[in-house]
């Protein structure tokens, strides 16, 4: 089992829909990162997190540290949100690196 | 543009052929990270830096890579005698570390093609 989950792998939505997307981990984490990866590769950070909830535009990010779990939202989705999300965590024992997700393939149709 | 920069964006060689990967940090940047991500798949951590000095090393960091950062400043990735299980994205990523963690910034990635 990996130690960060995602789900679900793939999404395909309308535009204007309410979308989320789930994070679950197993391990003590100091910080959480959501990061959206469009095609060609470049990894963009869109949050990092240690508690609570932060919005940045139409994203909101929100964490659960007791139930070790955190939600991405995106509200009014544009096609341009088309991307890969990835969620990924800082360990409390693994020094500075970061554990991955395997990624959420989100689709947002005209 | 994130202000990590990687070079060069493709490459692609034939099996048992070496080749170096260059990144470039965001210049007040002490940490640098590499990873490595393979179709479908989060990427995975091979290597980091603080400073000029390798803290920590991945057991994916098959005796056949390298790596080093030797002013502190930039980093280069070398794969000796290529494998096809090589093709994938090397990505790079620094950060400024100091009392409290800081989030990291990516580059745009490698993409290595092994034939």
């Known amino acids: 089992k990996n130690e960060v989950e995602q789900s679900p792998q793939n999404l395909t939505a309308q535009e204007g829909e309410f979308i989320t997307i789930n994070c679950s981990y197993s391990?003590?984490?100091?910080?959480l990162h959501w990061l959206q990866q469009h095609p060609g590769g470049g990894i963009v950070s869109l949050f990092m997190?240690?508690?609570g909830k932060k919005k940045h535009g139409r994203l909101i990010a929100t964490i659960n540290i007791q139930e070790k779990h955190s939600s991405l939202h995106i509200t009014a989705s544009h096609p341009r949100d088309s991307a890969v999300y990835i969620c990924?965590?800082?360990?409390?024992?693994?020094?500075?690196?970061?554990?991955f997700g395997e990624g959420t393939q989100l689709t947002v149709n005209p | 543009d994130t202000g990590v920069s990687q070079d060069p964006r493709h490459k692609i060689t034939k099996r048992g052929q070496n080749v170096t990967f260059r990144c470039d940090p965001i210049?007040?940047?002490?940490?640098l990270y590499w990873y490595r991500q393979t179709l479908g798949q989060g990427p995975e951590f091979l290597t980091y830096f603080q400073n000029e000095a390798q803290l920590e090393k991945s057991r994916l960091l098959s005796d056949r890579f390298s790596a080093e950062r030797p002013k502190g400043s930039f980093s280069t990735l070398e794969i000796q005698r290529t494998e096809q299980g090589d093709s994938a994205m090397y990505l790079c990523?620094?950060?400024?570390?100091?009392?409290?963690?800081?989030?990291?910034?990516f580059g745009p990635g490698t993409r290595l093609t092994v034939l």
């Open positions: 997190l240690s508690s």
């Open positions: 391990v003590g984490i100091s910080a």
């Open positions: 990523a620094s950060s400024l570390d100091g009392p409290s963690y800081n989030e990291q910034f």
């Open positions: 210049s007040e940047h002490n940490r």
């Open positions: 990924a965590v800082r360990s409390e024992t693994s020094g500075s690196r970061l554990t």
